[in-house]
């Protein structure tokens, strides 16, 4: 029963891919840019572009199960090549914004409801992961903090509950497998069939976020509140306008009080979830001073 890993270039992804293949499991990493991928020795590879659906019945021959990433280009017909080749069951790396008010409308949900009305209106049996903000997001403040330049934000007292993409990983195998990654089983908490909202353990303002970092790097990071005009005008220089008003209205709605903690690894697999604190001390590296 092999299954079939797409954006397997994804870190989360990849580390999907690390555990399958660690625990001996049948596993095929697909990508639209195959030749750059990096795989463990005995994992197959295959080209899967959504945009070329002739490729679809290589890529699914002999799987059983497919972790998706969400892209809406092409999903009926993959979802057409899945069923005719036996597929059986489809997790999806969803996002938590499709529950959002006027989800069908908004940039940030969209995309992945497509997806999810997709499936749903399939054969498949489906699984839908839907984490809120990744830890890894932090990642964004990196180049100006290895210049010890001021982190400006609109919202910086907004609160997210951060998940670290690990988490997500295991969570992931859990739902594929049916077993944690230490190999007990989990059928009485089993994912198949479920939709499950996932947040790291904790909430943290963009500030206490901020403040876990430079405790981690030794060194102070400034804060500046900025406008929202201001911030509109920086992050228009890397987003569309729609992305870059959806983001701030979710961080203007997240600025008055804490965020809720949902499912965690906790809560669905019976060990601790991993803290912002452990995701900033992994990646301190990249938050370096740059000369």
Request: without cysteine; glycine residues 8%.
């Amino acid at each position: 029963m092999t299954i079939l890993v797409t954006g397997a270039r994804g870190k989360v992804g990849q580390a999907v891919i690390d555990r399958l293949h660690s625990a001996g499991l049948p596993v095929r990493a697909a990508s639209a840019r195959p030749a750059e991928l990096t795989v463990p020795d005995g994992v197959e590879i295959a080209e899967l572009a959504l945009d070329r659906p002739e490729g679809f019945d290589a890529a699914l021959r002999g799987v059983r199960q497919v972790f998706l990433y969400p892209e809406p280009a092409g999903i009926r017909e993959l979802i057409g090549a899945a069923e005719a080749a036996g597929v059986e069951h489809v997790v999806l790396l969803s996002s938590s914004s499709v529950l959002g008010p006027d989800a069908e409308n908004d940039p940030l949900a969209s995309h992945s409801l497509r997806v999810e009305q997709a499936l749903a209106g399939s054969g498949l049996t489906r699984t839908f992961l839907r984490p809120d903000a990744f830890a890894s997001n932090s990642l964004g403040w990196a180049h100006p903090i290895g210049l010890s330049m001021p982190i400006q934000l609109a919202y910086p007292d907004a609160h997210i509950a951060p998940i670290h993409p690990e988490d997500i990983a295991d969570i992931a195998v859990e739902a594929l497998t049916g077993t944690s990654p230490t190999g007990t089983s989990l059928t009485s908490t089993s994912l198949t069939g479920r939709s499950v909202t996932l947040t790291g353990p904790e909430s943290l303002s963009f500030r206490e976020q901020l403040a876990v970092l430079a405790e981690t790097l030794g060194r102070e990071i400034p804060v500046e509140r900025i406008s929202r005009a201001e911030a509109e005008q920086q992050m228009g220089r890397f987003l569309p306008a729609p992305m870059v008003s959806s983001l701030l209205n979710l961080w203007e709605a997240a600025d008055h009080g804490p965020a809720a903690i949902a499912d965690t690894t906790h809560s669905l697999l019976g060990r601790p979830a991993r803290t912002f604190r452990q995701w900033a001390r992994e990646n301190a590296a990249a938050f370096a001073r740059q000369h």
